[in-house]
């Protein structure tokens, strides 16, 4: 018998699936669609059952199993790999969440590392994202261009029946120690390491060289000279001054510490700046520049 093409009408739109039946595979074995829609659930199973057998308790995917909110819970389960590939793109994961009201979740998810034990899955290791306590920056002060976060990291220890902060990271910042059940405990770091339990070595953030000049506008001489500043605010000395015949473009070496730098022109801040990269470079444009 030779090959048949038999076309299915899968929804009343203009989606269309071929399938392919031959002789040797009486049933279905290709199935080409535009649009797949799915309302309850999709399995991937060499077997054609969504969980392997005698885990059933655990929910450990035979292959692949998608729900839908049909029963109140969504969720995808993948056995063994997750495998991302992409070209000429970088991996970019996100956890998106908010409240059923439209309002802003102040902790949009987490990973969390799991041992079957006593009938259900247990936390060993979470690492969350969260935003920042109210306390540090309003509510009213979060925009499209500042909305701060940070990590935070938890174990579960001997003894304990709820997770204990062990370091919390963000904006420049961490704090690292032992304590802290849930979210609280582990003071939100002020400094740039805040070691709670043990002994600190703190490494200052050095001055700059002075900066060189690459080009200035022959309007009149002017000295040069930056700070460093790290991201608790802290400010190192000034670097040596450099003479420019104008308003100059300079250029520098970034600090190891430091988040951002302040231009000196003849003794007095005209910038503030945040460059990324190992090389800074920066064109003064006049009395007042705040860039």
Same mark, same amino acid.
């Given at each position: ?12 739109? @203009? ?20 649009? /797949? ?17 005698? =885990? ?23 056995? !063994? ?21 439209? +309002? ?9 590392? &799991? ?6 899955? $247990?936390?060993?290791?979470?690492? +969350? ?5 109210? !306390? ?6 979060? &925009? ?7 990590? $935070?990291?938890?174990? %579960? ?23 802290? =059940? ?5 003071? %939100?770091?002020?400094? #740039? /390491? +805040?070691?709670?339990?043990? +002994? ?5 953030? @050095?001055?700059?060289?002075?900066? $060189? #000049? ?8 002017? $000295?040069?000279?930056?700070?460093? #500043? ?30 951002? =730098?302040?231009? /000196? ?22 009395? &007042?520049?705040?860039?």
């Amino acid at each position: 018998m030779k090959d048949h093409l038999l076309t299915i009408v899968l929804t009343m739109t @203009t989606t269309i699936a071929l399938v392919k039946l031959t002789d040797e595979h009486p049933s279905p074995r290709e199935l080409e669609v535009d649009r /797949l829609i799915v309302r309850k659930e999709l399995i991937v199973s060499d077997t054609g059952e969504k969980w392997e057998a005698g =885990y059933e308790a655990q929910e450990i995917p035979r292959g692949l199993y998608a729900r839908t909110l049909s029963d109140g819970v969504a969720g995808l389960w993948v056995r !063994s790999r997750i495998i991302k590939c992409e070209l000429d793109d970088p991996f970019d994961d996100r956890f998106h969440a908010l409240e059923r009201n439209g +309002q802003l979740r102040g902790v949009p998810g987490h990973i969390s590392w &799991n041992a079957w034990l006593d009938g259900a899955w $247990r936390q060993m290791a979470i690492v +969350q994202g969260e935003g920042l306590d109210p !306390s540090e920056v309003p509510p009213e002060r979060w &925009n499209g261009s500042t909305h701060p976060g940070r990590l $935070r990291f938890q174990s %579960f220890r001997p003894g304990h029946d709820e997770p204990l902060t062990d370091a919390v990271l963000g904006q420049g910042m961490m704090s690292l120690g032992g304590g802290g =059940y849930g979210g609280g405990g582990l003071p %939100f770091p002020d400094e #740039v /390491l +805040q070691l709670w339990g043990g +002994q600190l070595r703190e490494t200052p953030v @050095t001055a700059p060289e002075a900066p $060189r #000049v690459v080009s200035d506008d022959g309007s009149g001489p002017h $000295r040069y000279a930056l700070l460093a #500043v790290g991201p608790q605010g802290r400010r190192s000395e000034a670097s040596p001054s450099t003479t420019a015949a104008g308003l100059a473009t300079l250029a520098w070496d970034s600090v190891a510490g430091a988040d951002s =730098y302040v231009v /000196l022109r003849d003794d007095r801040p005209v910038a503030t700046l945040r460059i990324e990269g190992s090389q800074k470079q920066w064109t003064d444009r006049g009395p &007042n520049d705040s860039q």
